[in-house]
């Protein structure tokens, strides 16, 4: 029975490879992170709620959905590109919440990062104007 689990998360996720692996570890220090910053504001229910767990949920909803069709796709020699580019885009989203977390707390950040978030920052709000 044991192995026909590990086989259906192997099929849905794909293998544990080190991007993975990297993934599941920015999202435990971004958790940390999160469960430090609502304990310097003081306010636990702000950033640790089932919306915080079904956004988490949902990532790696999608990283698997990428696997399988990127399984799917395999046979234009494109298998784990749709994987590989969830996590990747996960990771730096991750990364963006933990830069946000750690400024929150008072730790000193690179301001290389601040400059690179703000930036990217603006051009989301700027591309949101143009929708409306």
């Not at 026909?4 to 940390?32: Q, S």
Request: hydrophobic content about 50%; glycine content about 6%.
């Amino acid at each position: 029975m044991k192995s026909v689990f590990m086989g259906m998360i192997k099929w849905f996720w794909g293998e544990m490879d080190n991007l993975y692996m990297a993934l599941i570890a920015v999202l435990i220090v971004e958790a940390i992170t999160t469960v430090l910053r609502a304990l310097v504001e003081h306010d636990a229910k702000t950033y640790i709620n089932t919306k915080y767990i079904s956004i988490r949920i949902m990532l790696f909803l999608v990283v698997g959905l990428g696997n399988i069709i990127g399984a799917c796709m395999s046979q234009w020699g494109a298998d784990a590109l749709l994987r590989q580019s969830a996590i990747l885009f996960y990771m730096a989203y991750e990364f963006k919440v933990f830069i946000s977390n750690a400024d929150a707390i008072g730790f000193p950040i690179p301001e290389i990062f601040t400059d690179f978030f703000d930036k990217l920052s603006k051009k989301d709000e700027a591309s949101k104007k143009k929708e409306d």
